[in-house]
């Protein structure tokens, strides 16, 4: 069955970094656009960035825009999610997401999108 599992996650004060991996099995993965989300306690869940099949087109958040970069190796199976200049605000659980579409050039912001959802990996940035 399809898997997505995500790893990477940690306790980060004000700006620093973190990378996170999503690593994908029981799919094609270049069938499929890659997603990040994340879920802050209290709050509905947010999009964050997505990537294209074969990566050449990549879409993020304004909140997020100019200090994550998402990228993805389709020979690995994996997506990551660099974060860089992380925020108190950033804290929430990262999921990743798997949208199987024929379009190469889809990448999209909306949940109703995507078929498959990891368990989601905590991000705790402190002030």
């Known amino acids: 069955q399809v898997q997505l599992v995500e790893s990477g996650g940690g306790l980060v004060p004000a700006g620093g970094s973190l990378r996170l991996s999503c690593a994908a099995s029981?799919?094609?993965?270049?069938?499929?656009?890659m997603g990040w989300f994340r879920q802050a306690p209290g709050k509905e869940r947010e999009f964050v960035s997505a990537?294209?099949?074969?990566?050449?087109?990549?879409n993020y958040a304004d909140s997020v825009k100019g200090r994550f970069t998402i990228s993805r190796d389709n020979a690995k199976n994996t997506l990551y999610l660099q974060m860089n200049g992380l925020k108190p605000e950033d804290t929430a659980v990262y999921l990743c997401?798997?949208?199987?579409?024929?379009?190469?050039?889809?990448?999209?912001?909306?949940?109703?999108?995507?078929?498959?959802w990891g368990q989601g990996t905590q991000v705790t940035v402190s002030s």
């Open positions: 990537i294209s099949r074969s990566a050449s087109i990549a």
């Open positions: 029981g799919l094609t993965f270049s069938d499929y656009a």
């Open positions: 997401a798997a949208d199987r579409t024929a379009v190469p050039s889809r990448s999209s912001s909306s949940e109703g999108r995507y078929d498959y």
